[in-house]
């Protein structure tokens, strides 16, 4: 409400609707500071009616909210006009020639006294790392280059990809499909935060697996749809240290600890 005084001042001294010379000095400024504190209360009451997710953007906002209170201000306007000069009236095809200008008005009442925030238009800066912290990595996605070749009812919550000849079989939440692909190239695309290769013919996702299997000398990951994926011998050490956490299962799974030589 505070930054709504300049402006009464502004206008005041300025004497818009032919305010000026029209009226004395005293009644000029005292007539411009009580229309520009109802300016504001139309202004707050047209900005709770306006609903935030439809009118988020400062400029659009501000326009809004001086157009829909510029409605009621337009009669409270002239009604003032016609109580300091008795007589004065304003006809019905006068009014839209006094909405203009009231809506110029309202929309320099609402800007002065609408908080500088960020919006949508002014996005926040984020705030600095402290010393000695990095920032975090953004999460990691399946690149489009592999999802954008599954069939959608498979969905996209990739599990496992297994080699079928010259064949990748991505299997997912909803299914499996048969995309034409390398082993290679597909965890080339992958960020290594989604999961590892633990096999030369397999590729698992670091959530889908929920537990670990030994028989004999056979290591296996069990996953979340309970498949066996098993483990290549050159890849033990580092399937041991990636996924000795994984949650255990059912009988003869083993979590948390791998041990012994895998498949190839």
């Known amino acids: ?11 005041g001294f300025a004497g818009p609707f032919g305010s000026y010379p029209a009226f004395p ?12 504190v109802a ?3 139309a202004a707050v009451a047209a900005g709770a009616a306006l609903p935030v997710t439809r009118f988020r953007a400062g400029a659009i906002r501000i326009g809004a909210v001086a157009l829909l209170s510029a409605a009621p201000m337009t009669f409270v306007v002239a009604w003032a006009m016609s109580f300091v000069q008795p007589g ?17 008005v309202q929309l320099l009442i609402v800007y002065a006294t609408t908080p500088r925030s960020p919006t949508a238009e002014e996005p926040e800066a984020p705030a600095p790392a402290s010393p000695g912290q990095a920032n975090p990595p953004p999460p990691a996605g399946f690149p489009s280059a592999l999802l954008g070749r599954l069939p959608p009812e498979i969905g996209r919550d990739i599990i496992a990809l297994e080699t079928e000849d010259h064949y990748l079989r991505v299997h997912a939440t909803g299914g499996s499909a048969l995309i034409l692909m390398r082993m290679a190239d597909a965890v080339a695309l992958l960020d290594p935060r989604l999961g590892a290769q633990v096999h030369r013919r397999w590729w698992v996702a670091q959530a889908a697996v929920a537990g670990t299997r030994t028989e004999g000398q056979r290591l296996s990951l069990r996953l979340i749809d309970d498949r066996l994926v098993p483990v290549g011998r050159t890849f033990a050490a580092a399937a041991r240290a990636r ?4 949650r255990g299962g059912g009988p003869g799974d083993q979590a948390g600890a791998f041990s012994g030589r895998g498949a190839e």
């Open 1 to 11: 409400m505070l930054a709504a005084i300049p402006v009464g001042l502004l206008l």
């Open 39 to 41: 300016g504001v209360a």
């Open 25 to 36: 000095i005293a009644t000029r400024y005292a007539f411009w500071m009580g229309l520009t």
């Open 88 to 104: 004065r009236v304003f006809t019905p095809w006068q009014l839209p020639a006094l909405f203009a200008a009231v809506a110029a």
């Open 243 to 246: 996924f000795g956490d994984a």
